[in-house]
């Protein structure tokens, strides 16, 4: 049974990482400077539909879960 968790909370970090991945990407790509990363994540909220506290939270204090809607976002914004 302890298998079964750790393989779980395993798979729960490679998305949480992939989505962090896909995150700094999409912010990178949309920064337009210096000193313009909370705008860029201002802009991608606007225009993907994905919050601001999550691409906050995803950057800076990486989360030990995250929702599925806001992965499919994120995966739809990098596509």
């Known amino acids: 049974m302890c298998k079964k968790r750790l393989q779980g909370e395993q798979m729960s970090i490679a998305i ?5 991945d896909k995150c700094a990407r999409l912010v990178m790509r949309e920064c337009r400077g210096n000193g313009d ?6 802009r991608i909220e606007a225009r993907y539909g994905i919050p601001f506290s ?10 030990r879960d995250i929702g599925a809607s806001i992965v499919a976002r994120i995966q739809s914004a990098y596509e």
């Open 54 to 63: 999550a691409l906050w939270s995803l950057r800076y204090r990486p989360p």
């Open 16 to 20: 949480v990482n992939d989505a962090r």
């Open 37 to 42: 990363i909370s705008n860029a994540m201002r």
